[in-house]
């Protein structure tokens, strides 16, 4: 199954898009995952794409699109795969409808509100690259799956935070009507537990228990 996670920043995404990695056997492919490895790396994407990310606005198409295509081809991705942050717009669908066969989307759906709580209390894992909220963690700075230093993403700072949503907005929320056109669209409350949520997920995909 070829499968999309659309959503607004924050709306768990990479959340759901991982538990169900683990569900269904098939990779999580992450564009922002893909460009902040690149950003670290030094890589020549990475440089180019290090100033957008910072600033909350989106990497140039052509860029996200290269890499996703080249992501595609690799062996793990025949059984299918999903997309967690891609496309995020138009023209990143119409470019992904020449190269991909989509079975779904799924669209989390979350208020601005929970949004801008969720993102300015997000913090993550240098090392193993596990996410929490500062709401679990008890005033501890530390991983609870490794040990390691928990860290703030750069642009989960609040003027940041503004930006993307704004962004998403513009640009990434008209994709809702687009697949939604096309019969593919199936919209989840991303509102609860984890857990609720991901059950939610399930049921959308006709997987529930
Ligand atoms: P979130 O969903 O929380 O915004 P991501 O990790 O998906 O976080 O994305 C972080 C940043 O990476 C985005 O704000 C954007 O700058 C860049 N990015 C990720 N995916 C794309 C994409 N498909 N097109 C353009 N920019 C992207
Ligand atoms: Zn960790």
Known sequence: MNMIFLGPPGAGKGTHAQM????LGIPQISTG???RK?????TPVGLEA???????ALVPDDVVIRLVRERLLQQDCGKGYILDGFPRTVAQA????EIAAIDVVLNL???DAEIISRLSGRRVCGSCGGTYHVSWLNGS???PACGEQLIMRQDDSPETVANRLAVYKEQTAPLIKFYSDLGLLRTVMGEGTPDEIQAKVLSALHMGA
């Open 20 to 23: 169900l990695m683990d569900t």
């Open 109 to 111: 759906d979350v208020p």
């Open 50 to 56: 290090k100033t957008f990310i910072d600033a909350g």
């Open 141 to 143: 700075d530390k991983c």
């Open 94 to 97: 119409m470019a992904l409808g």
């Open 38 to 42: 690149a950003i670290k790396a030094g």
């Open 33 to 35: 995952d893909m460009l």
